[in-house]
């Protein structure tokens, strides 16, 4: 699988309706899940002495429209990862506390630390996403000096693409590798996946008429996709765009590229130092005596 395909990293003008939400060739599902249970095992491999060494992070961020998928990938792709090594954070509505500060602020305070793999599900970019389809939301966060959602123009939203590119420019300066994933679905596969939510008695609980309401602004949410990506794809914190109408493609996708970024890593248990060289030679040999 080439999953070069998928990434953009040169902040070209972006338009989702060149890339495909579904692979041009069927894959047999029982392959792609074989491919991402060989990839999960090799991911938790390499976690091991990342986790050890405790110089690097890798954070992956996952965008996507309601119903993408983005639970259940998280699931199949870091479900065998230790849990000491691996930090999901799944951002809702922001606290009160959250929007006194910058829009920045608790997304830095879940940045993973050094050996750590880190799972963001939604994420900084919500701030010009959602609340570029709603800008009546930046009335909530004193910080934005709005009290006219009209004042939040271009100059306003190219603000913040500079902040989010510099936020992610420090972070990898401070060895956190980002990956950052949208799972581009198609309007009408989330049609489909919203009905089996209100037909199947395990899955209505995630579904709520608010989700109707977000979707009635797919056309205005695509745009906002493109101009996030196109302002912040760069080649420390790269883009993935991943065809997502089947859920096994872009697990498989999701997964391979996780594992071809920690194997770029090449991640290594550490070497002793002469000091604890002498503790183990010391501890072998009490542990023999006694």
Same mark, same amino acid.
């Given at each position: 699988? *080439?999953?070069?395909?998928?990434?953009?990293?040169?902040?070209?003008?972006?338009?989702?309706?060149?890339?495909?939400?579904?692979?041009?060739?069927?894959?047999?599902?029982?392959?792609?899940?074989?491919?991402?249970?060989?990839? *999960?095992?090799?991911?938790?491999?390499?976690?091991?002495?990342?986790? !050890?060494?405790?110089?690097?992070?890798?954070?992956?961020?996952?965008?996507?429209?309601?119903? !993408?998928?983005? @639970?259940?990938?998280?699931?199949?792709?870091?479900?065998?990862?230790?849990?000491?090594?691996? =930090?999901?954070? $799944? +951002?809702?509505?922001? $606290?009160?506390? #959250?929007?006194?500060?910058?829009?920045?602020?608790?997304?830095?305070?879940?940045?993973?630390? =050094?050996? /750590?793999?880190?799972?963001?599900?939604?994420?900084?970019?919500?701030?010009?996403?959602?609340?570029?389809?709603?800008?009546?939301?930046?009335?909530?966060?004193?910080?934005?000096?709005?009290?006219?959602?009209? &004042?939040?123009?271009?100059?306003?939203?190219?603000?913040?693409?500079?902040?989010?590119?510099?936020?992610?420019? @420090?972070?990898?300066? *401070? *060895?956190?590798?980002?990956?950052?994933? +949208?799972?581009?679905?198609?309007?009408?596969?989330?049609?489909?996946? +919203?009905?089996? %939510?209100?037909?199947?008695? #395990?899955? &209505?609980?995630? +579904?709520?008429?608010?989700?109707?309401?977000?979707?009635?602004?797919?056309?205005?949410? /695509?745009? !906002?996709?493109?101009?996030?990506?196109?302002?912040? !794809?760069?080649?420390?914190?790269?883009?993935?765009?991943?065809?997502?109408?089947? &859920?096994? #493609?872009?697990?498989?996708?999701?997964? %391979?590229?996780?594992?071809?970024?920690?194997?770029?890593?090449?991640?290594?248990?550490?070497?002793?130092?002469?000091?604890?060289?002498?503790?183990?030679?010391?501890?072998?040999?009490?542990?023999? #005596?006694?």
């Amino acid at each position: 699988m *080439n999953t070069s395909a998928f990434r953009i990293a040169d902040g070209h003008e972006l338009s989702l309706n060149d890339h495909r939400t579904r692979m041009p060739e069927k894959l047999d599902k029982d392959v792609l899940k074989r491919q991402v249970v060989e990839d *999960n095992a090799r991911i938790t491999t390499l976690q091991e002495p990342l986790y !050890a060494a405790g110089q690097r992070a890798v954070l992956v961020i996952l965008q996507a429209m309601d119903g !993408a998928g983005k @639970d259940s990938c998280i699931k199949h792709v870091f479900g065998g990862v230790n849990p000491q090594g691996c =930090a999901v954070h $799944s +951002f809702k509505q922001p $606290s009160k506390e #959250e929007l006194a500060h910058d829009f920045l602020w608790r997304h830095t305070g879940a940045l993973p630390k =050094a050996g /750590m793999i880190g799972v963001h599900n939604r994420s900084h970019y919500e701030e010009v996403l959602v609340v570029k389809v709603h800008p009546e939301y930046l009335k909530a966060r004193p910080s934005n000096h709005i009290t006219d959602v009209q &004042q939040a123009g271009n100059t306003f939203w190219a603000a913040r693409y500079a902040a989010i590119k510099e936020w992610e420019k @420090d972070a990898a300066t *401070n *060895n956190i590798t980002l990956v950052k994933i +949208f799972l581009h679905m198609s309007k009408e596969e989330q049609r489909k996946r +919203f009905l089996d %939510r209100i037909k199947d008695p #395990e899955k &209505q609980w995630k +579904f709520s008429l608010k989700d109707l309401k977000e979707r009635a602004h797919w056309d205005q949410y /695509m745009k !906002a996709y493109e101009g996030a990506i196109s302002a912040t !794809a760069t080649e420390h914190a790269p883009w993935y765009v991943v065809p997502s109408d089947e &859920q096994w #493609e872009s697990r498989a996708i999701v997964a %391979r590229i996780v594992r071809e970024k920690l194997e770029e890593l090449d991640p290594h248990f550490p070497v002793p130092t002469r000091e604890h060289q002498a503790e183990l030679e010391e501890g072998g040999r009490m542990l023999r #005596e006694e």
